[in-house]
């Protein structure tokens, strides 16, 4: 399916709101996806396109970062950018000097992959790859001085979704939803006995139901949705399984991992509603979780607090010690 002058719009005004808040916000990204500046972190050591899959691709590279602070290994984030799945090199961009800074600051090593975008392949390639990326940091964590008893995901926008439905999914190699037959792990990369289990997720404004994303005031865009493009033009009146296997509420049970969860309340791009189905559906199944609802939040807009960041990070480590 071909994007529609609607959907390049959308994809346009992100990436336009995103240098704006760079100006702005001197470089901390306030939008999260989209970041002109580059922000100055501090670390031991750095890895960049490192390819976690074992092939040639750019879409299957990442980077490392190692906190200032040397230790003998280090607990890790996989902190994934958003871009309604649009692209496949966006780690650059990852909210680095707001996320990534606060999480090597606490000591935690971090991961930024690239995964393949829409228009690369449909889902589930996209978790596929997330996938591989977890089982990568087992399989290199020598190397990496990963502390590997401690793997979490995080992300923003899109990035939340695939965050938060690795953590869900944890465990599950394969799912029937409905109609549709998933296969949720996949086969890339040379770590395939790895396990692709996680201990803890963060979801950043991330669309959680694709099954309902008109539960709020937002963007609307038909049948030409990023999450219609994901799935190859599905509509979701005809095809309403193939969303739900999008969906990340779809797989929650008792015993995924704790997720924590930020959303603005005037996010008009994906729904603050979205994130408050998430927060409690977790609770009510009896999964660890916290919720931040934003009054004045947008789609990363006035999201990265001092006050937030910590409680991101308070909440990882809290997972830590359980």
């Known amino acids: 399916m071909k994007l529609t002058i609607k959907t390049v719009i959308f994809a346009m005004a992100m990436m336009t709101s995103g240098s704006m808040m760079a100006q702005f916000g001197g470089g901390f990204g306030g939008f999260g996806g989209f970041q002109v500046q580059q922000p100055q972190i501090e670390t031991s050591q750095q ?38 799945w649009f692209s496949n090199n966006g780690k650059n961009s990852a909210d680095i000097g707001t996320i990534v800074k606060s999480l090597l600051d606490a000591g935690y090593a971090v991961v930024l992959p690239n995964h393949r975008s829409s228009s690369d392949a449909k889902w589930p390639a996209q978790i596929h790859d997330i996938k591989a990326v977890v089982r990568f940091v087992r399989g ?84 030409t949705s990023p999450e219609a493009i994901l799935l190859g033009g599905a509509k979701l009146s005809d095809e ?4 739900r296997s999008l969906t990340a509420l779809t797989y929650v049970d008792k015993n995924d991992p704790p997720i924590i969860i930020f959303h603005g309340e005037k996010d ?15 609770k009510a199944t009896g999964v660890k979780t916290e919720a931040t609802f934003v009054p004045e939040g947008g789609h ?23």
Request: some cysteine; charged content about 25%; glycine content about 10%.
């Open 268 to 282: 008009n791009v994906v729904p603050c509603c979205q994130g408050k189905k998430f927060y409690e559906l977790l």
């Open 300 to 322: 990363g807009m006035g999201m990265y607090s001092e006050e937030n960041l910590k409680k991101m990070v308070d909440f990882l480590n809290a997972a830590r010690k359980k």
């Open 47 to 84: 890895w960049k396109d490192v390819n976690y899959a074992g092939d040639d691709q750019a879409y299957h590279t990442c980077d490392i970062y190692l906190p200032k602070k040397e230790a003998e290994k280090y607990p890790v984030v996989i902190h994934i950018y958003g871009s309604a």
């Open 140 to 223: 290199e964590a020598k190397k990496y001085k990963f502390d590997t008893s401690f793997i979490a995901t995080s992300g923003f926008s899109s990035g939340g979704h695939l965050s938060s439905i690795t953590a869900t999914t944890s465990g599950t190699k394969t799912a029937k939803v409905g109609t549709v037959e998933i296969d949720l792990e996949g086969n890339l990369g040379n770590y395939t006995k790895e396990s692709s289990m996680v201990n803890a997720a963060c979801d950043w404004s991330g669309p959680v139901d694709l099954t309902d994303m008109d539960c709020g005031e937002h963007m609307s865009f038909g049948e």
């Open 240 to 243: 309403p399984d193939k969303f």
